[in-house]
């Protein structure tokens, strides 16, 4: 009866995480470089033992605009990041980040700076991000039919510090933790949030 339960709250879970901006972050101030591409794929932690997939491909536009697909469970949307202050080797890099998607059951848009400094293979950063969330229709538990959200429109603050360690040049594994203030619409929804991923460079 108890993984019953804890089933039952894994996929409330699951279910709540595409109901608001991507939890994930898994950006750096530094950009990719005209014509490259760039694949991430990563866990986001969700509490008990819920586990949430998250995919980014990204290319290089120019040798400093990324632009790229951003995958979370039940949320699909487009960013751009442009890289201020780009240092592809060793050094502080900034950048901006815009998104704009679509979730289950309605849409999302979020900005931002990053930041970040590399030292040869361990690459820490901060990404501080603005996020606005529209609900078309209330939110309802899927097991026992209690309001969740209301539909309306939300916005809160996410603060994500993360650090890359990369094996190779193109290779490398993230860790982050994220934290919200403001409310997102979803009281369940807390944080922090820890997310590990793999990132690829091409």
């Known amino acids: 009866m ?6 039952f709250l894994v996929f409330s879970l699951l279910v709540l995480s595409g109901c608001v901006a991507p939890l ?11 014509g490259k591409i760039g694949l ?6 969700l509490g008990e033992e819920a586990w949430c997939p998250a995919t980014k491909l990204a290319y290089g536009m120019t040798s400093n605009l990324d632009i790229g697909l951003q995958f979370e469970l039940f949320t699909i949307g487009l960013f751009a990041k442009y890289s201020f202050i780009n240092t592809i080797e ?15 059951n309605g849409m999302y848009a979020y900005t931002g ?23 078309n229709e209330e939110i309802e538990d899927i097991w026992f039919g209690d309001t969740i959200a209301e539909a309306g429109n939300y ?18 594994l993230n860790f982050e933790l994220s934290t919200f203030s403001g409310t997102t619409g979803l009281p369940e929804l807390e944080g922090p949030i820890f997310i590990v991923g793999l990132k690829g460079r091409f």
Do not use: C
Not at 2 to 7: C, F, S, T, W, Y
Not at 118 to 134: I, S
Not at 155 to 172: A, C, E, H
């Open 113 to 135: 700076p990053v930041l970040s400094y590399k030292m040869d293979f361990v690459e820490p950063y901060f990404v501080g991000r603005y996020n606005y969330v529209h609900y």
């Open 155 to 172: 916005s809160y603050f996410q603060f994500t510090f993360g650090s890359i360690l990369w094996i190779t040049r193109k290779v490398g």
């Open 2 to 7: 108890k993984k019953l339960i804890a089933l």
């Open 40 to 45: 991430d794929a990563a866990a986001v932690h």
């Open 24 to 34: 994930s972050s898994n950006f750096t101030g530094r950009s990719l470089g005209k």
């Open 90 to 104: 060793n050094g502080f890099s900034s950048a901006a980040l815009f998104s704009l998607g679509a979730t289950t």
